[in-house]
């Protein structure tokens, strides 16, 4: 059997990343920062339209990957691409993290998928997202040994979105379960919570999720509730572990319990962009979580590690995460 | 007869960027600070070898073109990508810059150029360029309005190593000279000066080209000198106008009468990666010199340019560098 700290499962995208006024978000009808799902006939038009962009691979829970790989963890992925230059692409970036990444390509059509991201003045990114090949992710691509040999394993709620792979998240956590690991998802999104709330609240009531990432508006989207108080009180009452975090307010790690551990946001010199600060967070704290650390360490590391990827265009971390986490006294070089 | 400030002609290449220690370089033989030609294999071979990484556009006077375009000068460019995935990135991306760019593209083999970048601690950029689809650039290509209706024809010395690209250069400059208009070339590279220093020299001696960009390696490695000063003393008999770019030392600009300039660098705050320095020194430079400003204001807007490209990842300026000249004074808004 393989053995991993975190096996995450998400949707395998490539960012397409430019700067952009918040005028052509309201022209171009982007609901501002937000995961704006499209087609392929729009994601034409949007590129049209897109200034000069970098490329690089993203995708929230292969973000989350690259970010305990990055920090020393061990890492695996699921996740579907096509056999095509974006595809490449991704599949480079991750493995040359030191992510295993196996689930095999999609031959032909459609092709690998593209988020085209707008960063506005403020750092915000509204993403444009074709899931392209990602639709065709399913039960087949659950590779059992990974599965079972993974402390947790971590998808992200976007994954509702494409048809099949909730039949694989469903498989994979009750092979998780099996074999005594437990599982992470992260919300997303509050307006994928409002497409999928019942079915997340029963993947926590049901056990099937044990730790839930939720950011301050999709942990209230997820309750209905304007009230953040009244959102931490359900989330204790609904999972083992919750996490909110809520920008540069910081975090807050609700035991179930009820107890909870509140940590500071990272300094930031400059907002660059925000692409990537939940995945990195996630990363971070799952990086401590499956290491042992006790809860305060463990969102130490993830405000480490979101605060690093914000100063920066993409969301995969460009600087070793080890290095900064070691320089920040919170792990041993 | 179309009007611009300056066309550019030069390899279109697709940037992969990461980053890497000096170790890999030594491991791999490449050679630091250079611009090494690689074939597909070892292209393959490196890619494989290389950490994850970001793509951008990139080329040395593909990133000039982009340069004036977002000082909000008129620029057009010639250059030859195929059919295929990055040739669709690099034409994007070129005329998002509001870039004039219509060379018709290459249909089928060879691909788009890449070059793989590593990038040290240092900020230093290593490149590795498979040339791909840029060795099909011909006289064919030259359109002749963009030629005679430019007010600089700027063109690298990179050129020189696909097998057509002079001749297209050699029509292009005839044609700019007819039209009362000036031409302007940029040594690239030590090591491409190396390769063909007599007929670079014989393009300035000639009359075939009026202006020449160098750094300091490139000015001593044409005349076959230690010495800055012999080169400099070289280049004002050689040639109209060279401006020799020397790093942290700041930049001098020589009159073909032997008066010369000096221009301080631009502070920077944190040197991340000198890819692109150069064409961009070259961009504002150009921009200024096509709308008439002095010597001095033409050197401190190529400091401007290259300082604020050397902070970021990537040759492309991400950031409006129209706003940034406005901020610094040194054009009115």
Redesign the interface.
Known sequence: MSHYDVLCIGNAIVDII??AEDDFLRENGIIRGAMNLIDMERAELL?ER????????GGSAGNTA?GVASLGGSAAFFGKVAD???GR?YR???R??GVAFDTPELTGTPPTARSMIFVTPDGERSMNTYLGACVELGPEDVEEDKAAGSKVTYFEGYLWDPPRAKTAIRDTAKIAHAHGNEVAMSLSDPFCVDRYRDEFLDLMRSGTVDIVFANEDEAKSLYQTADLETAREALAKDCKIAIVTRSEKGSMIINGGGAHTRIEADPVDKLVDTTGAGDLYAAGFLYGYTAGMDMGNCGRLGSLAAGIVIQ???P?P??SLRQAAIDAGLIRG
Chains 1, 2 share one sequence.
Do not use: C, K
């Not at 897109?50 to 691979?57: I, K, L, N, R, W």
């Open positions: 430019a700067r590129y897109m200034g000069p962009a970098v490329e690089t691979s690259a095509d230059g974006l692409i480079h970036d991750i040359a993290q920066q265009i993409g995969r460009q600087v």
